[in-house]
Structure formats: C-alpha cells, structure tokens
C-alpha cells in the first residue's frame, strides 16, 4: 500500500525538492546527517541565519524570492525549522516540496530540551558535555513557556496536504528493523536512494545523544517547570 502511494504521489509531484520542516529537538539533524551520508545535500537552515543572504532577502522580499535564492544553485532540499518564518512563508514551503512533516510526540520533553539547549548553548554531544552532565541547570519559566508555544503552532501545520509524518519517537526507537523500515520510506517518498542502510542507520544512535540523564538530574527546578507545563499544555 505505502509503495502505491509514493508511485501515485511521485507522479503527481515529481520536480519537487525534499523539505524536512521540523520544530527543535526533533532529531532534524540526523535526518539531515542522514541524507548527505547517501549523496543528498540538503541545506541546513538556510531561513534561520544559518545564510545571512537568504534571511535578509526573506525579510526585505519575502518567501518567494528567497526560495528562488535558496534553489539557485540546484540543492536537492533543505531543513527547514517552523519558528524561523510566518504561516504564509511557513504553508509555501510545505506546499513547493516533498515535505517530511517531523515532530516530537512528547511535547514536554521537547519543550525542555529546546529549552535547556537555547539556555546552556549545548545542542549536540561534543567536548564541552562532560561538564554539562555534571551540573544542574535553572530553567527561565518563561522560556519555556516560549518554547511550548512555539512547538504548539508548529503542530498547527499538521493538516497541510501530501506531507509524509515521522515522530522523534520512532527514528530514536530501539527497534532497528523498524529505523530502517522508516529510512526507506523517507527515501522513497523523497524519490532519491538509500544507496547503504548501515550507514545512515549510524546517525540515529542514542548513545550519541545529548540528554541522556532523568530531566530532573539536569534540571534544578523541575518541579517548577512540570506544574507550569501541566497549567499550559
């Protein structure tokens, strides 16, 4: 069934360029790790700094102009993060790609994750983690609840058509065979190959992840932020 509708969707769409519009810590750079390990350049936040070009053709030109500017060059797609635009740029994109709607089922821990990394500057595991581990960290109840809201609009866009959905849940899952059936149907909707599985399964190890301890391990007022959260949701 999952085959006749990529083959259906494909003939449909087929010029379109792969989008991986996620929210924060989803797992949207592994995705992206992902893909170039199998030849697929995709751009990684062009519309949130990441090209100061593009942003500033974004803000004095809008969408359509910047998408033009994003694609000069023939990329095969890009990652894109919800927050960094408006709904109308935000519905444009979706609609001028093969969208990989991403999200993180537990919208708490995202919250929190988004949060802590946004206040600690530790977004991935490297050198400076073993002393992120050892120390506890006093979240800005207001950031948090900037955060919340921002993964909450994110999920608004779930209703836009012809998008394909993969949960953080399931590409961290501990099922292998299961990360690999989802690789290939990411692969396929997206019409490019999954030229070696081993490979690209590598990137969604959760050993290499940065928040590997209880929440209330790294977090001083926890507590704190559960009630405000269970006031919010």
Not at 34 to 57: A, H, T, V
Not at 114 to 138: D, F, I
Not at 185 to 191: E, K, P, R, V
Not at 218 to 228: A, D, G, W
Request: proline share 2%.
């Amino acid at each position: 069934m999952w085959i006749l509708k990529v083959y259906i969707f494909n003939m449909l769409m087929p010029q379109k360029k792969i989008l991986i519009f996620a929210h924060a810590r989803s797992a949207s750079s592994s995705l992206v790790k992902i893909f170039r390990s199998q030849g697929i350049g995709l751009l990684y936040e062009p519309l949130n700094g990441f090209r100061e070009d593009i942003r500033n053709c974004y803000d004095n030109f809008g969408i359509i102009s910047a998408y033009k500017m994003i694609y000069k060059d023939h990329s095969f797609g890009m990652k894109h993060l919800s927050h960094s635009v408006d709904s109308y740029a935000n519905k444009y994109l979706i609609n001028m790609h093969r969208t990989i709607f991403l999200y993180r089922e537990n919208i708490f821990d995202s919250a929190l994750s988004w949060t802590l990394a946004k206040e600690t500057g530790v977004y991935h595991n490297n050198s400076v983690t073993q002393v992120y581990y050892k120390r506890k960290y006093k979240l800005n109840p207001e950031s948090f609840l900037y955060h919340l809201s921002k993964l909450k609009i994110h999920m608004t866009y779930k209703d836009e058509p012809g998008m394909m959905f993969v949960s953080h849940e399931d590409l961290l899952c501990d099922d292998v065979d299961k990360q690999k059936d989802i690789l290939k149907n990411i692969f396929d909707y997206s019409c490019v190959n999954l030229r070696d599985c081993e490979a690209a399964i590598k990137f969604l190890d959760k050993s290499q992840k940065v928040n590997k301890q209880k929440w209330s391990d790294n977090i001083e007022n926890y507590e704190e932020i559960v009630k405000l959260f269970e006031k919010n949701k």
